[in-house]
Each structure stands twice: as C-alpha cells, then as structure tokens.
C-alpha cells in the first residue's frame, strides 16, 4: 500500500507565492508518478490546511492543490483522510478556551463520546465550521466536530486501520502552540478501541505532536500507541521528524 502524508499547507486567503508553490508540488507528484509508475491508496491532510479557518481559504486550497491532486491518475481513486490542526479553527466563531477554564468535572467528559461529551463541546464547536464544510464539499473522511472527537475507520484493502482524531478543541492560531499545553483526547481514542478486537496495526491520524500535549498525558499516549501497536501520523511541526520503539519500528512520523 501507497499513500501521501501531507500537512501544514497554512492556505491565506491571497493568490501569491504560495499558489504557485502548490503548482511545482503538483508538477513534482505528477513527474514522480510519470517515472515511477503506481497507485495511491489514502491521502493523509493532518492538519492546518488554512491560515486561520475562512472559508476562502479552503476555496483556495481545493483550487490550487486538492484538486489537481486528485486528477493526478496514479492519485485519482485515493481515500482522502483529515484531521483539523490549530489554523483550521475560525477563532473569530468563539471565545478560546483552557483546559484549567473548563473546570475538572468538564475535563473527565470533554473527549466522551456520548451526549454529554457533545453537549460540553457544542459551545466550542462552531470555530470548525468552515472546516467541515469544505470536508463535507470533497467527501473526505474525518471525524465531525459537531458530533466526535475521533473516527475508527477500517478499509478492507487496507493492511492497518486507522483512526482519525481531533486535537485541536483548544487551539487558537495565535497561542505558543509548540508549548505542551494541548489536552490529548486519551477519553476518545480509549473509546474507540474498548472491545475491539484487531488483528492488524492501527495508525492514528492527529494533528499535534506528542510533546505538545499536557506533560502529564504525553507518557499515556505514548503506552497507548505501544499497546496498540500503533504508529502515530501527524503535523505541526514543519520539519520531518520520527520517533521509534525500542525494536526499530516507527511510533511517530510527522
């Protein structure tokens, strides 16, 4: 299996340089497959497709980049998988919110996945709004913000599942985002992995990197990849970067 991992494109609502960035991208993907002949699978987007969550700027990055892609032959019959990263959120939409501010009952059921999660989230949940439409306008895959945190998907050519989550309830495009103060949405992923029984890896699809999650939730989610023999595919951090288990094999790749 083939896929293309892709994150951070931080579309603005003006053509310029970056419009013209996207068409040598294009141009390069398109010569690779012209050369090395194959197929992709799955397209990964993890995140901080726009600039600061207008919808102009998805318009902008279905025309310049998302569409040419997949007019791409090699490209064309991929499933396309995303997850929100913290430019994707219209912070004009609502007022940013803490982790301490949601107060401790808030914080045990913020990431359920029951009504009670999506009744604490509804308030914060309209920041994604021009993001899920432009999600719901391609048919991609993703978990919705206005009902869950994360979505388990398992494609039957696929050889791993998959779950895609959101990490970026907290965001707000103008934090120190690099700092660990993101909540990880532990409560979702345990959910969405009581009493399933697999017998294949799993990668999970996120936006932020394990060290900007709260310090006291980061060694969690790193025991919860290793016991769910999962690796970890995400952004943010606009370098390639990879970790590993201790028997070679890849935990995280951003």
Partial sequence: MEWLHFSDFHFGGKIGPQHEAMGSLIDYIRSEFKSNPGTIDAVFLVGDIAYSGQEVEYDRFEKAFLNPLLNIPSVR????????????????????????????RNQQIFFCENEEGRKVRKPRSDVFRYYWDFVQRNKIVGPNPFEEISILC??????????????????????????????????????????????????????????????????????????????????????????????GTVRTLG
């Avoid at 430019?87 to 609502?94: E, G, N, V, Y």
């Avoid at 409560?187 to 890896?201: A, I, Q």
């Avoid at 989610?221 to 288990?245: I, Q, R, T």
């Fill in 154 to 247: 398992q494609e039957a050519t696929f050889p791993f599942d998959i779950i895609a989550v959101n990490t970026s309830f907290f965001c707000d495009k103008d934090e120190k985002s690099d700092d660990p103060i993101t909540p990880c949405p532990l409560g979702s992923l345990r959910e969405r992995l009581k009493g399933f029984e697999r017998n294949r890896p799993l990668i999970i699809l996120g936006h932020h990197p394990m060290n900007c999650f709260l310090k006291t939730q980061q060694l969690q989610f790193e025991s919860l990849l290793v016991d769910n023999n999962a690796v970890y595919l995400h952004g943010h951090e606009h370098e390639p970067k990879v970790s590993h288990n201790a028997d």
């Fill in 77 to 104: 019959g991929a499933k396309v998988f995303v997850v929100p990263g913290n430019h994707d959120l219209d912070c004009d939409a609502s007022n940013p919110i803490t982790w301490e501010g949601i107060k401790e």
